[in-house]
């Protein structure tokens, strides 16, 4: 029986198994891409047929353990609120900050308009129009990453590794948007992906090239960021993408962004789905469970009040007749030792025991990673040595902790 190769079907009928002798079809004798999976039947490749070493860590980065670096890019954490107007260095969804100057002004928000597999995306938009912006106007998105997250990136060695970027985006704008990613070196990588579609939900890839200069340290310090600009004036936008690491130029950092969401109160951005990787091939998003994706948000920000009267706060004790101390353990471990966040007014908090009103903590001290002792110094009165839970009674009540980079 004739041996008959097609081509456009990518089959080979009239050879059957043993048909050829070992080592005829190698590596090099394959086209690259030209076995696909669709044209491997079901379980006709099992362990026996692969030689000792054909499949090593470098083909397995498509089901390994552990890949996005990125923390809540699914958009599901939004522990501070889910609604904010943008102002400059404020924290809005957990772990995503904004640098903002003069660009007209925006609203950021949790959207329940997602694509499949998502619940939440991460929305931008325009309340005030700028259409032709000043030179320094802007608006960018960051995700700050520690150094301790981003040793596997190599970065500075001879062994720097690439890094994909992989994120899916929705705007009722078509054209370029540019995201970098900056290290602590002041270098600077950038490349850009195209909205094809208004109002369409579409996934987008970008690979950054591996980095031999700039070491990244080994702490807990910002040492990556992510760089998502949205609209900006030629200060920013004079240069040229910088698609190989240079040293950090404000013209090149929007440079191929082509879009300024500024332009119409009727413009919007989504992006959910965010994932940032090793290696040069895009993989499907790693969806880490609800718990351990909260801790890690946690470990730059958490909450232990928040609004409504007759919440917990903890069980304190008089250290003299108007001072009361509460040791707080946080819930998980912090990056470092965090700053006290709290609203405060007239009697948000109380002492059951003597039913002490008090305007708000007087703050913290002993404070490490763990735990910090909280203290009250002023509309308290009672016997020292003496304890009683501590309450919140008001819905404004807030209190959290924050040791975000």
Known sequence: MAIVFDSDAGTITGLSVGGLPDGTV???????????????AANSV???????GAVDDSHMASISGRRNIIINGAMNFWQRATSFSVSDNIYTADRFLTE???????TISRSTDAPNGFGYSYKIDCTTADASPSAGDMLQIFNLIEGYDA???????SDARTLTLSMWVKSNKTGNMQVNLRDANSRMCGGTYT???????EYKTITY?????GAIANDNTTELRLEMPVGSGSTWNSGSVPTAWETT??????????????????NYLNITGIQLELGSTATDFEYRSYGEELALCQRYYQILVDGGADKAIGVGFYWSSNEVDYTHRFVTDMRASPTL????????????????????????QYTSTRSCNMYISSNVSGTAGFASDIRSRNAESFIAFTAEL
């Open 249 to 266: 130029a404000n013209g090149d950092r929007n440079a191929g962004g082509t879009i300024n969401l500024a332009d119409s109160t009727s």
């Open 100 to 106: 903002f100057s003069g660009l007209g002004a925006f």
């Open 46 to 52: 099992d362990s026996a047929e692969l030689v000792d």
């Open 209 to 213: 090239a591996a980095d031999t200069s």
């Open 151 to 157: 040793q596997g990136v190599k970065k500075g060695t």
């Open 341 to 364: 966040e709290q609203v405060t007014g007239t009697d948000y908090y109380r002492m059951s025991a003597n039913n002490d009103s008090f305007n708000g903590f007087s703050g913290i």
């Open 195 to 201: 909205i094809n579609s208004a109002d369409t939900w």
């Open 26 to 40: 190698d590596a090099g004798t394959l086209a690259t891409d030209s076995v696909t999976a669709a044209k491997i």
